[in-house]
């Protein structure tokens, strides 16, 4: 870059991040006011028929809200601000939370969650941001009819220091072929200097953002009996650190 550009690249650069503020502003107003009027609605329907309506606008509110979520963190990257805060988390916790983001209760049965105990080093907030991205993704792209999701921790037996978080399919078909598909675009993503859509979408793009932020490296494999089996590892806290009562503030 010629030394007269550099100006106007920071120039553009400030724009740019002042823009995103405003359009997450602009966002997070109408987000707010319709979590308080589904909570006011749920109140005034219970035991009543449309009491159903209204659990079911609280799943889509629940997946606004998540997005409203990515954009901030959008936002933050291009702004030169995102950086990850890594503390002491606890696993248990962090899957604890995945709950409230399954959309449905055909959701809930596609899913299968394999948990080990233990605590590892990372930024809870943008770690939960990424598997709940991940979880859903996935979710949309599966059939209980035709195999689970598996969301598994465990150890990496080759590097005791390192836990794994692992992401397969269960049941062949085409499913799984987009799904595969899906990981492999979060990948390539998640390793190119400059991240990119790569037909995955917006969210997937952000988690890819996220995935970087948080110094994980993805990895994928394809085996016959498990399909495509998406990993990221996560550095274990340290013994004397290991205290599940730190995790997610």
């Not at 309506?53 to 809200?65: G, I, K």
């Not at 987009?178 to 790569?198: G, Y």
């Not at 990221?232 to 340290?238: E, I, K, Q, V, Y």
Request: glycine share 6%; hydrophobic share 50%.
């Amino acid at each position: 870059m010629k030394p007269s550009q550099a100006p106007n690249a920071s120039s553009d650069a400030d724009a740019r991040a002042r823009r995103w503020a405003l359009a997450v502003h602009d966002v997070a107003q109408p987000v707010q006011a319709l979590a308080l009027f589904a909570n006011r609605l749920r109140k005034m329907s219970a035991g009543q028929p449309a009491a159903a309506v209204v659990s079911a606008m609280e799943v889509s509110l629940r997946e606004l809200q998540h997005l409203q979520q990515l954009l901030v963190q959008l936002a933050r990257w291009d702004a030169g601000s995102l950086a990850a805060h890594h503390t002491t988390t606890s696993i248990a916790a962090v899957f604890e939370r995945l709950g409230p983001y399954l959309c449905t209760a055909t959701d809930a049965q596609a899913l299968r969650i394999a948990l080990r105990e233990g605590a590892v080093c990372t930024d809870p907030a943008l770690l939960h941001l990424v598997l709940v991205t991940l979880v859903k993704a996935a979710l949309k792209r599966s059939s209980s009819a035709d195999g689970s999701l598996v969301v598994a921790c465990r150890s990496a037996a080759r590097r005791p220091e390192m836990l794994h978080i692992v992401f397969w399919r269960t049941g062949g078909g085409p499913w799984a072929l987009d799904l595969a598909h899906i990981f492999q675009s979060l990948v390539d993503s998640a390793q190119a200097t400059s991240p990119s859509v790569s037909g995955a979408g917006l969210e997937l793009y952000i988690a890819a953002r996220l995935i970087k932020v948080l110094g994980i490296t993805p990895t994928l494999r394809t085996s016959a009996a498990r399909g495509a089996v998406l990993t990221l590892g996560l550095p274990r806290a340290a013994p004397a650190l290991a205290n599940p009562q730190s995790a997610m503030a």
